[in-house]
C-alpha cells in the first residue's frame, strides 16, 4: 500500500494571506490525482481538517471536491502541547506499518520532523503544483523502511 498523507489548507487550498477562501483550487486537486493514479496510492488525511467530521463525512467532501483516490483513514489526534504533525503521522504508520510500502507527506508547513525525509513541502500561495508532484511520485515509488 501506497499512502499520500494529505494536508488541506496551503496543499489543496492555497492560501494567500489576506482572503482565507477555505475553497480548493481546481489545479491543486488535478495535480493529486495526478499524483495517486500514477502510483495507486491511497490517502490518509493528516490536515486539522480532520477534526471537523467523521471520516465518512471528510470522505464526502473530498469526493465533491473532485479527489478520485480512495481515502483510508486519518492520523490519530496526539493531545499534547508539543507534539507535531510528523510526530501524529509517524503515530499512524506504526500502528499500520505492515501495510505500507513507501509514503509522501504533502504539506506546506516548514516542520515534519522525525519525517522530514518525505515532506513534499508545498507553496502555501500556490497549494499543490506539479514539481511537487514529481518529487512526491519519487518518493512513492521508492520502498522505504518504516
Ligand atoms: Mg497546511
Not at 28 to 49: D, K, P, R
Not at 92 to 100: F, I, Q, S, T, Y
Not at 105 to 133: C, F, N, Q
Request: net charge neutral; glycine share 6%.
Amino acid at each position: 500500500m501506497r499512502i499520500v498523507f494529505l494536508d488541506f489548507d496551503g496543499v489543496l487550498i492555497p492560501m494567500d494571506g489576506t482572503t482565507i477562501s477555505r475553497k480548493p483550487a481546481p489545479s491543486c486537486i488535478a495535480v493529486l490525482n495526478a499524483i495517486t493514479e500514477q502510483t495507486g496510492a491511497q490517502i490518509v488525511i493528516s490536515s486539522s481538517w480532520r477534526h471537523t467530521g467523521s471520516i465518512d463525512e471528510l470522505r464526502a467532501m473530498l469526493r465533491g471536491w473532485g479527489v478520485r483516490a480512495t481515502v483510508i483513514g486519518k492520523t490519530p489526534a496526539i493531545h499534547s502541547v508539543d507534539v507535531t504533525r510528523g510526530q501524529e503521522i509517524a503515530a499512524w504508520l506504526k500502528a499500520n506499518r505492515d501495510g505500507v510500502e513507501c509514503f509522501a507527506i504533502l504539506d506546506d508547513d516548514s516542520e515534519m520532523r522525525p519525517l522530514s525525509a518525505y515532506h513534499v513541502r508545498t507553496e502555501k500561495k500556490l497549494g499543490l503544483i506539479k514539481a511537487d508532484a514529481d518529487r512526491a511520485i519519487e518518493l512513492l515509488t521508492l520502498p522505504v523502511a518504516v
